[in-house]
């Protein structure tokens, strides 16, 4: 799951963030509650409210168990990889984010982590290629988020199709991406599949509502099967809902025509 906003109730909000995304600690152990095991912080709004935010954020994770990748106290702990094992199957996860400066002028590369202080991990080409294959020799399969690309646009642009060419390239069998806010298509490529955005799941918006889970079954292999189940939030408080009917058929038709202009299909 992307995990786009801190967690907890210290550190003061960023200064030229248009919008600053913080939940009570009481959320960590909701999201361990709704069975979620891993989450990604490499997007722009994991940081809104500094190093304090980020460390609550970590703690309270640790806490109920949730494993996090993509950010950390340091350069070293934002690009290791979180490794689960799943019915025999270890899969490691990786997380990067590169996104434009925003509209206020705030710059995600302001918190990027380094070796002496915390942060982001970036998403560097050489650096991915480094961090999947070496996740890679850990780990029998290897799984990238990527938090990149243009709001409200419904086709990755370059950047995303280098951060996911360049994953599959070193490793990994599967990349998921967010920050569009709205659903893109899927690829496959070199023996890896890529789901450039899942568009978004909890998230009170008047547009964009239509949305998708991905169902993913892994092996050794690799990808063996992906099916989508569409999702439309609901408009009063941004809950997802399972769609029916001629809701879920248009949002798969729209996940098709938008697989079929991506090289490879859907």
Known sequence: VNLEC???????????KAYR???????????????????TLANNHA????????????????TVGIAHVGAGTNAAEAHAPAIL???????????????PVESGGWDARSVIATDSSPGLAWADLDQIASD?????????LVVVFMH?????????????VEIAHTAI?????LVIGAHSHTLQGIEHYHGGAIAY????????????RDSAMLKVNLSRAGVESLEWIPVVLDPNDGRPMIAEGEARQRILDNIERLSADLTGGG
Do not use: C, H
Not at 6 to 16: N, T
Not at 169 to 173: Q, R, V
């Open 6 to 16: 801190a967690i907890g109730d210290r550190g003061e909000s960023l200064p030229k």
């Open 21 to 39: 995304f913080r939940a009570p600690p009481s959320a960590a152990a909701s999201l361990a509650l709704a069975g979620i095991d891993v989450v």
């Open 47 to 62: 940081m809104d409210y500094g190093s304090e935010g980020l460390a609550d954020t970590l703690r309270l994770l640790d």
């Open 85 to 99: 094992e799943r019915n025999g199957l270890r899969i490691a996860f990786l997380g990067y984010v590169d996104v």
């Open 132 to 140: 999947v294959s070496a996740a890679k020799a850990r780990a029998d």
């Open 148 to 160: 990149s690309g243009f709001e409200y646009w419904d086709k990755p642009n370059r950047v995303q």
């Open 169 to 173: 390239d070193a490793g990994a069998a």
């Open 197 to 208: 955005s899942l568009g978004n799941f909890v998230f009170e918006i008047d547009q964009s």
